[in-house]
């Protein structure tokens, strides 16, 4: 049986390297959406394809020819949509589930295989890569046993998607505010959060409480 994962950020990466002689089967991992082709998926015909952190359309066809498997770091129906993690962590959320979900033609609305809980604590450096191991153990369950996709049920709650420019910091927050909003763009690749005075742009990540309850942050001064 063949598998192809595609995914696009390291931590998934690593994490299909350290996790493939485990599973059954062949397994191929894209990481170039132009790889990603119905001539390429036509000669392997997986069984699955796994989305672990994919940033393009999947289209149509490759869609409804395969089965594709996405993972959203919400309880969906709830947090369908852009920026799942930054949305959870300013609306004070601290544990989620990451969701395993058949792939459909609207976003996130397809059928769910299963759910595990996130801890959503720490950078969001530390909370990919603790998502990245989930989406393993939601992959084995669905290689080893098949596992059948059920509707979505409950109320639909929509996140829309970040922008960069939404990374600087607003005025106005509480210094629990403040780390939230540090810690949830502190990853690889992403917009770190940023504060711009006098011609200087202050990107802060690694924020920590101290003992006396003080954020500490490294900051990185970029002249503009």
């Known amino acids: 049986m063949n598998y192809v994962v595609a995914t696009i950020k390291s931590w998934n990466i690593k994490e299909f390297q350290q996790q493939k002689k ?4 062949q397994w191929f991992l894209l990481t170039d959406p132009e790889k990603l082709t119905l001539e390429f998926l036509r000669a392997v015909r997986p069984r699955y394809i796994f989305f672990p952190h994919w940033s393009w359309k999947v289209s149509e066809v490759i869609i409804n020819e395969f089965e594709c498997v996405c993972f959203h770091m919400t309880d969906l129906p709830f947090g369908r949509g852009g920026s799942p993690l930054q949305n959870l962590i300013i609306l004070g959320i601290e544990n989620t589930k990451l969701t395993a979900l058949r792939m459909t033609k609207e976003i996130d609305a397809g059928p769910i295989y299963n759910k595990v809980s996130l801890s959503i604590e720490g950078s969001a450096q530390q909370i990919f890569e603790r998502a ?3 989406v393993y153990e939601l992959i084995e369950q669905l290689v080893n046993y098949e596992v059948k996709a059920h509707e979505q049920a409950g109320d639909v709650v929509y996140f829309q998607r970040r922008m960069p420019e939404q990374s600087e910091v ?3 927050l509480s210094d629990n505010q403040l780390y939230n909003f540090i810690r ?15 011609g200087l742009k202050y990107q802060l990540s ?12 490294q900051v990185e001064i970029i002249r503009e």
């Open 22 to 25: 485990k599973l059954p089967g």
């Open 206 to 217: 690694q924020a920590e409480v101290n003992e006396r309850g003080r954020i500490c942050a």
């Open 132 to 134: 990245a191991k989930l």
């Open 184 to 198: 949830m763009l502190d990853a690889d690749s992403y917009p770190r959060a940023f504060i711009k005075q006098n």
């Open 170 to 172: 607003p005025s106005g």
